[in-house]
């Protein structure tokens, strides 16, 4: 099953990228689209798929020769989701999870993986792209981690509370904590405090070839190694190495674009359960842009992947499940196109319990080449 799996996604990869140097085979320029900034530079926030390699979302499109970026990423989102014989209490005063209530759930559910996760998390991202050669870009990415208990759980009740959206057993829990449980095999983790606080994470390096570009859109295939840097015991990375693949596009028309990607990753071992076997990783990204003109963009992007409890039937059932997420926002150049903002509102659409329930994405970039005019 897991082998056929692999390859039908290695063939829908193939068949992207074969179908787009196909469509745009053109002789590509030497200066980046003026009206195109591209799609959101952000990958899944749940945290569990934070300790693995994902692709931050592109665009077909890479640096030309001898331009270089800088970016500097931060994405807050706040998480509340787990497992029903966790979250499903009655009880007339706010509590917070205990030892004792994980092996109860152990005890009612043998044999399953459970987890529990409320807390509020940022990733910050230090990100440099470099048109090294031509039609070839390298990235590096340097990733760091905090869990924090937050102040935005009040907020985020009243909300689904006013829009009559409950709040999957929220309210039954301390507010602004950070309580996160893993039931695994025959191990438990548990931490009732920040298992991390700005402790670097696990390194990216990624290699991005052009395989066309033209007026009508452009696709790009990009190679991923992450090195284990993090700490598997503060959920700070997984303590292995993984390698990833992953083949984007852009389609152009007037002032739209639309940007795909679709990937695929390998994922090593998890130093934090040493005898998991992880499930390979599959994603997918869509995203929608329209410029208002050459300084801002619109953009609304959806991106959904898998995680690596996929495939391991004694799962819980939300973590087996891809999780999805949708960001709307816009980015900004400014007047030289030198410098750019982006930020975005992240929101798990589907109710997956397995994503975030809300976060917001900031970044400020600086371009060694301007925008040509």
């Known amino acids: 099953m897991r082998r056929g799996w692999k390859r039908t996604w290695a063939a829908v990869c193939i068949a992207m990228g074969a179908t787009f140097t196909h469509a745009f085979a053109g002789t590509g320029g030497d200066t980046l689209d003026p009206l195109e900034q591209g799609p959101f530079t952000e990958r899944n926030q749940f945290p569990f798929n934070l300790l693995f390699l994902a692709f931050p979302a592109r665009g077909g499109s890479i640096l030309p020769k001898g331009a270089s970026e800088i970016l500097l990423a931060e994405a807050y989102a706040n998480t509340f989701s787990g497992s029903d014989v966790l979250v499903q209490f ?3 005063q706010r509590v917070r999870l205990t030892p004792a209530a994980l092996a109860s759930a152990r005890n009612l559910e043998p ?7 409320d807390e509020e998390q940022i990733r910050t991202s230090l990100m440099c792209r470099w048109g090294a050669f031509k039609s070839f870009e390298a990235d590096l990415e340097i990733p760091f981690l905090s869990y924090l208990g937050g102040r935005l759980d009040s907020g985020i009740e009243w909300y689904h509370r006013s829009g009559s959206f409950g709040n999957a057993g929220r309210e039954h829990f301390v507010q602004d904590a950070v309580q996160l449980g893993l039931i695994l095999g025959d191990k438990t983790y548990f931490r009732d405090r920040s298992p991390s606080r700005f402790r670097l994470s696990d390194i ?3 290699g991005r070839l052009s395989l066309a570009d033209s007026p009508r859109g452009s696709a790009a295939l990009s190679v991923g190694l992450k090195f284990p840097t ?6 700070a990375g997984s303590g292995s190495f993984d390698e990833g693949v992953e083949v984007e596009g852009t389609l152009r028309w007037g002032r739209q674009r ?3 990607a679709g990937g695929w990753v390998h994922v090593g071992r998890w ?11 599959a994603n997918f990204s869509l995203a929608y842009e329209i410029a208002h003109n050459r300084r801002v963009s619109w953009i609304v992007q959806l991106q959904t992947q898998s995680n690596v409890f996929r495939n391991h039937e004694e799962s819980d059932g939300y973590l087996a499940d891809f999780s ?29 319990n397995n994503g975030v329930d ?10 060694s080449r301007p925008v040509a005019p």
């Open 204 to 206: 990216l390096l990624t």
């Open 271 to 281: 130093d934090l359960f040493p005898e998991f076997n992880p499930t390979d990783l």
């Open 324 to 352: 999805t997420e949708m960001l709307a926002g816009a980015r900004w150049k400014g007047s030289s196109g030198r410098w750019a903002l982006q930020t975005a509102v992240i929101e798990n659409i589907f109710d997956q």
């Open 358 to 367: 809300i976060g917001v994405l900031t970044s400020f970039s600086v371009l």
């Open 230 to 235: 993090g700490n598997a015991d503060t959920l």
């Open 258 to 260: 639309m940007h795909l």
């Open 111 to 117: 044999g399953e993986t459970l987890f529990f996760l």
């Open 90 to 92: 009655n009880t007339d």
